[in-house]
């Protein structure tokens, strides 16, 4: 079974010499892997859920079962946070451009793209206030103005976090398929 986070890996292994490697361009695919800031805190939300669980068990033998069943809902509730934190990215397939959020999803089809650039700018260090020299993945889109355009990725988000080369062959990947789908 294909873990969907990891499908980028698996078209890479495949292709060669490809500028834009992929098996079935409609489906939504993210281009690079999940940085070990993102996975490690998503390890550590499972590892607290399991804590949960155990803990809604023991309330279930020694207490109330509806105790117990907040105590499941928390847990599971813990679960899903973890399994969204995995699927926050940049995605991309023949129908567009899909930035995924914890909270919201928002996708830019093609015909609105004007360009994907990487700038040189400040940036938020792990989606925090704090703000350090970086670079930043902008999308620019047809109607609106370079400066109100949406940062995708960033040098020192979870994902690319002291992996400045991965940064790199993310964006050319990201660039790529901006470029091959605009000419259109």
């Known amino acids: 079974m294909p873990l969907p986070f990891l499908t980028a890996d698996r078209a890479f292994a495949t292709a060669d010499d490809l500028a834009l490697p992929f098996d079935d361009r409609d489906r939504w695919r993210r281009p690079y892997r999940p940085g070990p800031w993102r996975v490690g805190t998503a390890a550590l939300l499972l590892l607290l859920a399991s804590f949960v669980l155990f803990a809604a ?74 703000t350090v020299q970086g670079q930043a993945l902008i999308l620019v889109r047809r109607g609106r103005a370079a400066e109100d355009a949406p940062v995708l990725l960033t040098t020192h988000d979870a994902d690319f976090m002291a992996r400045a080369g991965s940064f790199d062959r993310a964006a050319d990947a990201i660039e790529a398929w901006a470029a091959e789908n605009t000419r259109r």
């Open 57 to 130: 068990v023991v309330i279930a033998l020694t207490a109330s079962v509806s105790e117990a069943g907040v105590i499941l809902g928390i847990a599971l509730a813990v679960i899903l946070g973890a399994l969204r934190l995995l699927r926050v990215g940049v995605w991309v397939s023949g129908r567009g451009l899909r930035q995924v959020g914890f909270l919201s999803t928002r996708t830019a089809p093609w015909e609105q793209v004007v360009a994907v650039r990487t700038v040189q700018r400040p940036v938020r260090w792990l989606g925090l206030p704090r």
